[in-house]
């Protein structure tokens, strides 16, 4: 038994579910598929461990959405600041949204959050389906349509299939799609805190030997934590009593923000550097972090995707209303140039940046320390800085 959709989209995540949410003012026909389904209550205490650096640009797409969580009252945490230093040195750079005439540089919300706004909007939509829990099982290509097989025998078909399902996308390897990149010798550490002292709405960075440390500003004086260092490290981290992680955390912080007064739960994610070979083939197409992933030190994960799904709901809807076919290689081509530029030039950048700062070779070292001090001095640099930070200029 088959069901006809004009697009199905596999993960229900933040990037899937905002794609969706992207054409749901449309008739195109949608089903969203989510290995398992979204919850929409949690607990009041504590937070997602998992958040995002949303920069404007994001923040502009999700209120065209009618899915940013400030509208809804939900938790949102604004960052007006962001406050940068070497460990091994006397580098130091400092940000501020002030200097733009901006009232923020951008905000840290849960992951959870962001995806139960969104969700609520793909319940309201009419021409949605959210299939949850579902998971497929295999693809079959054709040139008219794309063929979704599920358990007992029933099957999906589309024009088009959206690859929004992660890092271990199973649509990227059902379409024997290659990826290039490596893994770093690193994983992040999450986790959140409350300090000693107020974070002052400000994103704090300290770049360490073995990999950038970030403060994140929560609500209520709390900070989001991720740490990246070696995995060996990292695993130690995780398993120390809070006392010790506590003692451990402030002091690699260079106790900028006092004490740790009060630690969440603790996890450990390992860290990846790819970009798929190709974002398309017929009758496919990848977002997200199904398409690339980078290192969390800038934030910048989920707003690459954000920008993958806005890309490719304008290029599905200026297809669909010239009446041509939006899952043709041709018209998909569109999609995969404008978003493996913007992609590749904030890739290659963020891994150069995690390079510079992890080298201990002494020359560089004072390079780059002299060039921390120098470009916080020079106004119109760190105003570029800041507009592709905040997603509002291009490299």
């Not at 969580?69 to 580098?91: I, K, L, N, Q």
């Not at 998971?135 to 999906?156: M, N, W, Y």
């Not at 271990?168 to 024997?176: K, P």
């Not at 959140?192 to 609500?219: I, S």
Request: include cysteine; charge should be negative.
């Amino acid at each position: 038994m088959s069901r006809d959709y004009d697009l199905i989209i596999v993960g229900g995540s933040m990037v899937g579910a905002s794609l969706a949410c992207a054409l749901a003012d449309t008739p195109l026909r949608i089903a969203l598929l989510d290995a398992q389904r979204v919850e929409a209550d949690w607990p009041a205490v504590g937070f997602d461990l998992r958040v995002s650096a949303i920069t404007r640009a994001s923040e502009a797409f999700l209120h065209q959405l009618n899915a940013w969580p400030g509208d809804y009252g939900e938790r949102v945490s604004p960052f007006r600041e962001m406050h940068v230093w070497d460990a091994t040195g006397d580098g130091v750079i400092h940000f501020d949204s002030a200097e733009l005439g901006a009232a923020t540089l951008g905000h840290i919300v849960e992951n959870r959050v962001l995806i139960k706004t969104l969700h609520r909007q793909i319940a309201a939509a009419k021409n949605i389906d959210y299939l949850a829990p579902l998971s497929p099982t295999a693809i079959e290509f054709g040139d008219k349509q794309v063929r979704l097989l599920l358990e007992e025998d029933e099957a999906l078909t589309a024009k088009l299939l959206v690859g929004a399902d992660g890092g271990n996308s199973w649509v990227r390897r059902q379409a024997g799609i290659s990826v290039r990149g490596w893994d770093y010798d690193q994983a992040a550490l999450v986790t959140y805190v409350k300090t000693e002292q107020f974070h002052r709405e400000t994103a704090w960075q300290r770049f360490m030997p073995d990999g950038p440390l970030a403060f994140l500003p929560l609500n209520d004086g709390y900070s989001s934590i991720v740490w990246s260092t070696s995995p060996e490290q990292a695993l130690q981290l995780k398993e120390m009593d809070e006392p010790a992680f506590c003692k451990t955390l402030a002091t690699s912080f260079d106790y900028a923000l006092g004490a740790i007064d009060t630690c969440g739960p603790r996890a450990v994610f390992p860290l990846r550097f790819f970009e798929t070979e190709h974002y398309i083939r017929p009758r496919l197409a990848l977002v997200g972090d199904a398409a690339h992933t980078i290192h969390p030190l800038a934030g910048q994960g989920v707003n690459l995707g954000f920008g993958d799904a806005e890309s490719l709901a304008q290029v599905i809807r200026e297809a669909h209303e010239q009446h041509r076919d939006f899952g043709a290689r041709t018209v998909l081509r569109r999609y995969e140039r404008w978003r493996r530029a913007d992609n590749r030039a904030m890739l290659i950048s963020m891994d150069g940046f995690n390079r510079l700062f992890g080298s201990q070779w002494r020359p560089l070292r004072w390079l780059r320390n002299s060039g921390l001090n120098l470009t916080n001095r020079l106004a119109p640099i760190k105003k570029i800085i800041m507009q592709q930070a905040m997603g509002e200029r291009k490299f």
